[in-house]
Structure formats: structure tokens, C-alpha cells
């Protein structure tokens, strides 16, 4: 009698764990071709189901295990192969589930294994320069967020913190605001959007801003085995 709850509860636990019902496909090669020349990561997520279209496998373990996508180690294929998942929750499924759920349908589709380990994280400062910034205290009326115009990018009521996270965006790596600098600012970079997701940050350096290179220890997603093509759905 005391095997048998065991297992009802080993069910349930793994139930609560699972998708209702998941498609795991490789991407159209079209697809995976465009993916690649933008370097676009397309995500997509709805109430009650879950739509990852052409997405790489580092993007989806990254949401599964909550690390950003450098922190995850592994094969290459891990960001070149694409794939379009969907999946359906249970009903009384909640959104905190999902991460585990996608463990789960990682190590079933893929038979994926993974272990966690801490290592050095290479990552950048966002540091004053030889000469204090010259900023604009942001307008009591403006609001967070930003503006792309011809020849500027302009950044409403920003911090040096929400600065530090729009140039991890940019920049592939990410930074950490060691300004020292407090208060919200409009800042105005003399460059455009499309040279700023290109990874040019000059203009945001001339500023009076430095990146410098920095290392800390951090948890990390060591994939040590993986499937290329999922198992049938």
C-alpha cells in the first residue's frame, strides 16, 4: 500500500512537471535562414500554452533553468539549430510551472542531460570616464523608455541601472552600472537603433561613459548530452 501512494505521488509530481501536450519540430530551413541573418530569437508566450517559434535551444534553457543565454555551456548546434515549439499547459497549471515544464520536454525530446556548475562570468562595467558625464535630469512629465529617431536614439527618464540593461541588450554581454551615478536622466546618443542592435555603442561612450571588463563567479547550464532532432511528437 505505501509503494503504491509513492507512485500516485511520483505521478503527480510529474504530472504538475509535464505539458499537456507539446510539438517539438525543426524549423523550416527558410526560416532558420532569416533567424540567422537578423539574429532574432523570436519568443512568444500565450494564456494557457506556450508558442516559441524558430528558437535556438540555448534561448529556451535559458528561460527553463533562469539564467541569461551566456550562462548556458554546451555544443555549438545549442544556438544554431532552430526549432518551433508549442506546447499546451494544464489547466490548473500556473506560469511558474512553465520552467520546469521545459526542462522536462528538454530531457524527453531531446534526451537532454545538464548539471549545474559555478564558474567565472565575463561581463562588462558601465564606468564613468576621464571626465564626469555631462547628463540631462529627465523632465518630471517623461516617461521611461526610448526614442529612435533618424540620426539619434533618445532615452527618457533613465537610470543608470535601465542604461546598463538596454547596453546588455546591444552589446551580447552584460553590464553592470558601476557609475555611481543616481537620479533618472534623458540621454540623447547620436547614433541610430539599427547601429546600436549591431553592437555599436560608441556614440553611448562618447558620452563620457567606459565599458571595462570585469569576472564574477556565476551559476551556469552545462549541457553534457543532446539530440539534434527531437523524438516524435
Given at each position: 500500500m505505501k509503494?503504491?501512494?509513492?507512485?500516485?505521488?511520483?505521478a503527480g509530481?510529474l504530472?504538475?512537471?509535464?505539458?499537456?501536450?507539446?510539438s517539438v519540430?525543426?524549423?523550416a530551413?527558410e526560416?532558420?535562414g532569416?533567424?540567422?541573418?537578423?539574429?532574432?530569437v523570436?519568443?512568444?508566450?500565450?494564456?494557457?500554452?506556450i508558442?516559441?517559434p524558430?528558437v535556438?535551444?540555448?534561448a529556451v534553457?535559458?528561460?527553463?533553468?533562469g539564467?541569461?543565454r551566456?550562462?548556458?555551456?554546451?555544443?555549438?548546434?545549442?544556438?544554431?539549430e532552430r526549432?518551433d515549439?508549442v506546447?499546451?499547459?494544464?489547466?490548473?497549471?500556473?506560469?511558474e510551472?512553465v520552467?520546469?515544464?521545459?526542462?522536462?520536454?528538454?530531457s524527453?525530446?531531446?534526451?537532454?542531460?545538464?548539471?549545474m556548475?559555478?564558474r567565472q562570468r565575463?561581463?562588462?562595467?558601465?564606468?564613468?570616464?576621464?571626465?564626469?558625464?555631462?547628463?540631462?535630469?529627465?523632465?518630471?512629465?517623461?516617461r521611461?523608455?526610448?526614442?529612435?529617431?533618424?540620426d539619434?536614439v533618445?532615452?527618457t527618464?533613465?537610470?543608470m541601472?535601465?542604461?546598463?540593461?538596454?547596453?546588455?541588450?546591444?552589446?551580447g554581454?552584460?553590464?553592470?552600472d558601476?557609475t555611481?551615478?543616481?537620479g533618472?536622466?534623458?540621454?540623447k546618443?547620436?547614433?541610430?537603433?539599427?547601429?546600436l542592435?549591431?553592437?555599436?555603442v560608441g556614440a553611448?561612450?562618447?558620452?563620457?561613459?567606459?565599458?571595462?571588463?570585469?569576472?564574477?563567479?556565476?551559476?551556469?547550464v552545462v549541457?553534457?548530452?543532446?539530440?539534434?532532432v527531437?523524438?516524435?511528437?
Amino acid at each position: 500500500m505505501k509503494t503504491f501512494a509513492l507512485l500516485v505521488m511520483a505521478a503527480g509530481i510529474l504530472t504538475a512537471q509535464s505539458f499537456e501536450a507539446a510539438s517539438v519540430r525543426r524549423s523550416a530551413p527558410e526560416a532558420v535562414g532569416k533567424a540567422r541573418s537578423t539574429g532574432a530569437v523570436p519568443r512568444q508566450q500565450e494564456p494557457g500554452r506556450i508558442n516559441y517559434p524558430n528558437v535556438n535551444l540555448k534561448a529556451v534553457l535559458a528561460l527553463a533553468y533562469g539564467v541569461d543565454r551566456d550562462q548556458v555551456a554546451g555544443p555549438q548546434w545549442l544556438d544554431d539549430e532552430r526549432y518551433d515549439i508549442v506546447a499546451t499547459l494544464p489547466a490548473d497549471a500556473t506560469q511558474e510551472q512553465v520552467p520546469a515544464m521545459l526542462q522536462h520536454l528538454l530531457s524527453d525530446r531531446f534526451r537532454m542531460s545538464v548539471h549545474m556548475e559555478t564558474r567565472q562570468r565575463a561581463r562588462l562595467a558601465l564606468v564613468v570616464g576621464k571626465n564626469m558625464p555631462k547628463l540631462t535630469p529627465a523632465k518630471e512629465s517623461s516617461r521611461f523608455g526610448f526614442e529612435a529617431n533618424s540620426d539619434n536614439v533618445v532615452f527618457t527618464k533613465a537610470t543608470m541601472t535601465s542604461l546598463a540593461r538596454m547596453l546588455t541588450l546591444f552589446v551580447g554581454r552584460p553590464v553592470a552600472d558601476e557609475t555611481g551615478i543616481t537620479g533618472e536622466y534623458d540621454i540623447k546618443v547620436n547614433t541610430t537603433w539599427a547601429e546600436l542592435q549591431l553592437g555599436s555603442v560608441g556614440a553611448i561612450l562618447d558620452l563620457g561613459f567606459r565599458l571595462e571588463p570585469r569576472s564574477s563567479p556565476a551559476k551556469f547550464v552545462v549541457v553534457t548530452q543532446a539530440d539534434k532532432v527531437p523524438t516524435d511528437n
